[in-house]
């Protein structure tokens, strides 16, 4: 069997800067330790680190429940609102946010201050998104688009000027036919490409290996949009394709026959993961 596994795999920076901050905090600081939402989408680090101590708090509501301590902010980032909440609340707050996310909540800030009408590209349910729209001066000038209905149906005053950002796990083929749609409607636009560079050459080099491979295996947690992604462009490149979170959930026996196998990542998913899948692929476990 020829195995290939994405060499963008496993943790991006963000992740690993986020998730490395956290584990330092808990050999650092005297004090509890909490994280503002899941510090990263993967089940199995999150429980690692409750294990270890670390509490998540879901909402501004549970600030009150416990004694004061470091707040670290989740990878995905938070709203404006949010953040000055939780400073108010007494806490020490560590932002985990990664770089590029908060890249985009300036840009937001600065356009919806200029009088612009923010357009988000991503899902509307994901927490970046959530984060990014509170960072705009006017949540009414926001508007969230995740389809081509929806950049259809798009409409603001034609003298208004509209400024586009993405989340940045979304699709990046799928940001361009989405912005095309809406730049043919005649605004005064301002496009800023937020998709992260790691986000394309992991889009990019699943397709390739999925193309490649008579079997596909794309791992991450269930709640991970960028993952979720993967496993969408590999299935449309290779009808045989799993989905799965941790090594347990995959029946090895299914693709021992396949000539060709190929294995990709979320940018949340541990390297130790993607060793354990790999080993019981070549049957080494």
């Given at each position: 069997?020829?195995l290939t596994?994405?060499k963008?795999?496993?943790?991006?920076?963000g992740?690993k800067?986020?998730?490395?901050?956290?584990?330092?905090?808990?050999?650092d600081?005297?004090?509890?330790?909490?994280?503002?939402g899941?510090?990263i989408?993967?089940?199995?680090?999150?429980k690692?680190?409750?294990?270890?101590?670390?509490?998540v708090?879901?909402s501004?509501?549970?600030?009150?429940?416990?004694?004061?301590?470091?707040?670290?902010?989740?990878s995905?980032?938070?709203s404006?609102?949010?953040y000055?909440?939780?400073?108010?609340?007494g806490?020490?707050?560590?932002s985990?946010?990664?770089?590029?996310?908060?890249?985009?909540?300036r840009?937001?800030?600065k356009?919806?201050?200029?009088?612009y009408?923010?357009?988000?590209?991503?899902?509307?349910?994901?927490?970046e998104?959530?984060?990014?729209?509170?960072?705009?001066?006017?949540?009414?000038?926001?508007?969230?688009?995740?389809?081509?209905e929806?950049?259809?149906?798009f409409?603001?005053n034609?003298?208004?000027?509209?400024?586009?950002?993405?989340?940045?796990?979304?699709?990046?083929k799928k940001?361009?036919?989405l912005?095309e749609?809406?730049?043919?409607k005649?605004?005064?636009i301002?496009?800023?490409?937020?998709?992260?560079?790691a986000?394309?050459?992991?889009?990019?080099?699943?397709r390739?290996?999925?193309?490649?491979?008579?079997?596909?295996?794309?791992?991450?947690?269930?709640?991970?949009?960028?993952t979720?992604?993967l496993?969408?462009?590999?299935?449309?490149?290779?009808?045989n394709?799993?989905?799965?979170q941790?090594?347990?959930?995959?029946?090895?026996?299914?693709?021992?026959?396949?000539?060709?196998?190929?294995?990709?990542?979320?940018?949340?998913t541990?390297?130790?993961?993607?060793?354990?899948?790999?080993?019981n692929?070549?049957?080494?476990?």
């Amino acid at each position: 069997m020829n195995l290939t596994i994405a060499k963008s795999a496993g943790f991006c920076f963000g992740v690993k800067r986020a998730v490395n901050m956290v584990y330092q905090a808990i050999t650092d600081e005297n004090m509890p330790i909490y994280t503002y939402g899941p510090i990263i989408h993967n089940d199995e680090v999150v429980k690692d680190m409750k294990a270890k101590g670390v509490i998540v708090i879901n909402s501004l509501d549970e600030l009150g429940n416990y004694p004061k301590g470091v707040m670290i902010i989740r990878s995905h980032g938070i709203s404006r609102i949010e953040y000055e909440t939780i400073e108010r609340s007494g806490y020490k707050i560590l932002s985990a946010t990664c770089p590029f996310v908060s890249k985009i909540h300036r840009y937001v800030e600065k356009y919806s201050e200029d009088g612009y009408n923010i357009v988000i590209i991503g899902s509307p349910s994901h927490p970046e998104v959530c984060g990014i729209k509170g960072w705009a001066k006017d949540e009414k000038c926001v508007t969230i688009i995740n389809s081509v209905e929806e950049a259809e149906k798009f409409s603001v005053n034609e003298s208004q000027k509209v400024c586009i950002v993405s989340q940045t796990t979304f699709n990046y083929k799928k940001f361009q036919d989405l912005v095309e749609i809406i730049s043919k409607k005649g605004y005064d636009i301002v496009v800023l490409n937020t998709i992260c560079n790691a986000t394309e050459e992991r889009q990019t080099e699943a397709r390739e290996v999925a193309k490649n491979s008579d079997a596909m295996i794309v791992i991450g947690d269930k709640h991970s949009s960028n993952t979720q992604k993967l496993f969408e462009i590999c299935k449309n490149e290779c009808k045989n394709t799993y989905y799965i979170q941790t090594s347990d959930e995959m029946d090895y026996a299914k693709i021992r026959s396949n000539n060709n196998v190929g294995i990709t990542a979320g940018a949340s998913t541990p390297n130790n993961i993607i060793e354990e899948v790999s080993k019981n692929v070549r049957n080494e476990l």
